[in-house]
C-alpha cells in the first residue's frame, strides 16, 4: 500500500538535543510539508519542499531543518534552538507541487517528540 | 490576509442525531475549501473538498458540507452520527497561491 511513514512514533529528548524525525513516501508525490500540532493550535507549518533539492520555510522554521536529497525523503531536525519542541508532528505530501489547485494532503501518522 | 475559524471547540450529539460542526473563512479571491479527520494518535484524514460547483459537496464516510458564499461558511455535516464519528476534525482553506491554513478544529463527541 501507498502512503506515508513517519518514524520514530514517539521520541524522548534531553534539552540541548537535536533529533531527527524520519518522513518516508512511496506515493510518488512531488511535495511535502512538515507541520506541527499543538493542542488548540491546529496545524501550523515549518517546512515545505516542492522538489528535490529544495525548500522553502513555513510560518514557524525556527529551530528547525530540513533536506530532501530525494523524492521521497523529507527528514526534519529539531534542533537546540527550538525552544519549545514538545509536539506532535506530522508530515505530509501532495502528488503536484504548488500552493495552486485543490491539492489534498496525504498525511503520515505522525511523531510525538517530549523534551524531558 | 487568509483565516479560517472554527468556533466550537467541542460538539457532542447523541448516536443517530444529526451533526454539525462549523468552519467559516475569510480570503481574498475564489475559496478551496478542505475538511480533514484525526483519530487518536493519528495523521489527517480527508473528507471532503471545495472547488467550484455544487455548494453541497458530499465525502466520505456519510458526510457533507455546504458552502455558502454570502456567509462565507463551510459547514461540516451529517444525518445520523455514529460513535466511531468520534474525533477531531480540522477545516482548511487556500485561495489562489496561498498556502493551505488550517483552523483549530473542533472535537466531536457521539454519545451512545
Known amino acids: 500500500d501507498g502512503g506515508i511513514t513517519q518514524s520514530p512514533k514517539y521520541l524522548f529528548r534531553k534539552e540541548g538535543q537535536n533529533v531527527t524525525l524520519s518522513c518516508e513516501q512511496n506515493l510518488n508525490h512531488d511535495a511535502m510539508y512538515w507541520y506541527r500540532q499543538d493542542p488548540g493550535q491546529g496545524l501550523r507549518l515549518i517546512y515545505y519542499?516542492?522538489?528535490?533539492?529544495?525548500?522553502q520555510k513555513g510560518d514557524i522554521a525556527e529551530g528547525y531543518s530540513v533536506s530532501r536529497e530525494k523524492k521521497e525523503s523529507f527528514p526534519l531536525t529539531v534542533t537546540s534552538a527550538q525552544k519549545n519542541p514538545t509536539a506532535f508532528y506530522l508530515c505530509?505530501?501532495?502528488?503536484?507541487?504548488?500552493?495552486?489547485?485543490?491539492?489534498?494532503?496525504?498525511f503520515g501518522a505522525g511523531s510525538r517528540l517530549t523534551v524531558l | 490576509a487568509q483565516s479560517v475559524a472554527q468556533p466550537e471547540d467541542q460538539v457532542n450529539v447523541a448516536e443517530g442525531n444529526p451533526l454539525t460542526v462549523k468552519c467559516t473563512y475569510s480570503v481574498s479571491g475564489n475559496p478551496y475549501l478542505f475538511w480533514y479527520v484525526q483519530y487518536p494518535n493519528r495523521g489527517l484524514q480527508f473528507l471532503l473538498k471545495y472547488i467550484t460547483g455544487d455548494n453541497l459537496v458530499k465525502g466520505s464516510y456519510g458526510f457533507e458540507a455546504e458552502f455558502n458564499k454570502s456567509q462565507t461558511s463551510f459547514h461540516l455535516k451529517k444525518p445520523s452520527a455514529l460513535v466511531s464519528d468520534s474525533a477531531l476534525y480540522f477545516c482548511a482553506v487556500r485561495a489562489n497561491t496561498d498556502k493551505l491554513i488550517f483552523g483549530t478544529g473542533t472535537r466531536l463527541q457521539v454519545f451512545p
Open positions: 505530509a505530501s501532495t502528488q503536484e507541487a504548488g500552493w495552486s489547485g485543490a491539492n489534498v494532503l496525504t
Open positions: 519542499s516542492q522538489i528535490v533539492n529544495d525548500f
